[in-house]
């Protein structure tokens, strides 16, 4: 079992920045996370930002957040952020830390086609303002 943990959310004005924290505690040991930012806003569907593998460090992210948005892991395995910046008022949501937790090896690649991630946060509200 993996607890997520995130924190970081808040509100700031169009074109501020936030950083996002996701803290994964299990009783297992893992060699690494496969880890997905995701967000939804009031009305519409959930929809992947961006994901970070942490045995390797390979990123992917959605196009709208290419260039502002930031993912990367601490110096354990076992936390990664999210650094936002020139925040949107579109960038507005609930912000959701989800992980697969890897034992050997990943089944699957660790990016935002992947269908399943096994383990979610309690989620963090992002406001941006105009």
């Known amino acids: 079992q993996v607890q997520l943990v995130e924190s970081g959310g808040g509100s700031v004005q169009a074109g501020g920045s936030l950083r996002l924290s996701c803290a994964a505690s299990?009783?297992?040991?893992?060699?690494?996370?496969?880890f997905g930012w995701f967000r939804q806003a009031p009305g519409k569907a959930r929809e992947g930002v961006a994901t970070i593998y942490t045995v390797g460090d390979s990123t992917d992210y959605t196009d709208s957040v290419k260039g502002r948005f930031t993912v990367s892991q601490g110096s354990a395995k076992n936390l990664v952020f999210l650094q936002m910046n020139y925040l949107e008022p579109a960038d507005t949501a609930q912000y959701y830390c989800?992980?697969?937790?890897?034992?050997?090896?990943?089944?699957?690649?660790?990016?935002?086609?992947?269908?399943?991630?096994?383990?979610w946060g309690q989620g963090t509200q992002v406001t941006v303002f105009s």
């Open positions: 989800a992980a697969v937790p890897v034992v050997v090896f990943l089944r699957g690649t660790c990016d935002l086609s992947r269908g399943d991630f096994d383990y």
């Open positions: 299990a009783s297992t040991y893992y060699r690494g996370y496969c």
